[in-house]
């Protein structure tokens, strides 16, 4: 499962993941994890979650984004959810054609190794491509 939330920014997208991420902690039997380009989330997130914070590490592209993730779920089987707060200030190549590839890939991986996904995208929702709006 892959849910995105959209929005332009203040739009209450932070907001609605840190909710979605304590409604985890509390329903899900698993580790919680939740990837942020900066520092802004340490405060909001349970200490239940695993926050990581993206800008100790080299994140250039979604290849590396992919890898990161795979890494974690190797490294960790009981992985039930991560969330994902800005994704495109993670990657450089932020155009809608590999938004929705690494999207697709995040659907395959969760099916296969049944961790679900949630991220959140700073961008007009009328920017939404058909391939981004099947994950709303």
């Not at 849910?3 to 739009?11: A, E, F, P, T």
């Not at 990837?35 to 250039?60: C, H, T, V």
């Not at 984004?65 to 993670?90: C, E, M, P, Q, W």
């Not at 969760?110 to 679900?116: A, L, N, Q």
């Amino acid at each position: 499962m892959v849910k995105v939330i959209m929005g332009r920014k203040g739009s209450g997208k932070t907001k609605k993941i840190i909710d979605l991420v304590r409604k985890a902690i509390d329903e899900e039997h698993g580790n919680v994890i939740c990837i942020e380009k900066g520092m802004n989330l340490r405060f909001d997130i349970p200490y239940q979650a695993r926050l990581i914070q993206a800008s100790d590490y080299s994140f250039g592209d979604t290849e590396f984004l992919k890898g990161f993730i795979s890494g974690l779920r190797a490294g960790n089987y009981d992985i039930t959810h991560i969330f994902i707060d800005g994704v495109l200030k993670l990657v450089s190549d932020t155009s809608t054609r590999n938004i929705e590839s690494f999207l697709d890939w995040c659907e395959a991986f969760s099916e296969r190794e049944k961790v679900k996904f949630t991220m959140t995208i700073s961008e007009d929702i009328e920017l939404a491509t058909p391939g981004m709006k099947k994950y709303f």
